[in-house]
Antibody, heavy 117, light 111 residues
């Protein structure tokens, strides 16, 4: 059974870079056809797609975040990562990783990242 | 403001049928892109409920059904149960944005 697990700091200072990693277990991140995505949810608000990556490294990002986002993949570790630069309080959210094909499925449990000094 | 529009809330009594709408435009649902639906129970990660407009993943009860027409899609839940109380989100692809988009979410209350 495929499982995803997010990891990274729970607290980031304003203007710094948020860095998270998603570790995939129970399957290979190099499986063809699948993209791997990041989605976030501010407290009490809805879901926002951040971006997605193919195992080959091909990426596509939410235009509203594109200038600050970098998603990368490490097939040797079966992981993919998110970097979001110049964060502000508006980037405080639960960050989820998920496999993407026909919809996002499955999802990781999510990790809360708070931007505060 | 979300690209896909959902009602903020819907409610129904146990056993009743409710529907949740998801309205898009010619650059997403109306362009033929698939709509997917997610259920998010309180304090948990979203779970895929319907994929490809009307398909249920294994394990999802047939009380849940999806449809799509024109620039809109709908999620129907029949035989409402207390455990269905959750937030529901639609999701599709938008060609103008060249990426995935979510609806704002609908909170279902079981009376």
């Amino acid at each position: 059974q495929l499982q995803l697990q997010e990891s990274g700091p729970g607290l980031v200072k304003p203007s710094e870079t948020l860095s998270l990693t998603c570790t995939v277990s129970g399957g290979s991140i190099s499986s063809s056809s699948y993209y791997w995505g990041w989605i976030r949810q501010p407290p009490g608000k809805g879901l926002e797609w951040i971006g997605s990556i193919y195992y080959s490294g091909s990426t596509y990002y939410n235009p509203s975040l594109k200038s600050r986002v970098t998603i990368s993949v490490d097939t040797s570790k079966n992981q993919f990562s998110l970097k979001l630069s110049s964060v502000t309080a508006a980037d405080t959210a639960v960050y989820y990783c998920a496999r993407q094909l026909l919809g996002f499925d499955p999802w990781g449990q999510g990790t809360l990242v708070t931007v505060s000094s | 403001q979300s690209v896909l529009t959902q009602p903020p809330s819907v409610s129904g009594a146990p056993g009743q049928r409710v529907t949740i709408s998801c309205t898009g435009s010619s650059s997403n649902i109306g362009a033929g892109y698939d709509v997917h639906w997610y259920q998010q129970l309180p304090g948990t990660a979203p779970k895929l409920l319907i994929y490809g407009n009307s398909n249920r993943p294994s394990g999802v009860p047939d009380r849940f059904s999806g449809s799509k027409s024109g620039t809109s899609a709908s999620l129907a839940i029949s035989g409402l149960q207390a455990e269905d109380e959750a937030d529901y989100y639609c999701q599709s692809y938008d060609s103008s944005l060249s990426g995935s988009v979510f609806g704002g979410g609908t909170k279902l209350t079981v009376l």
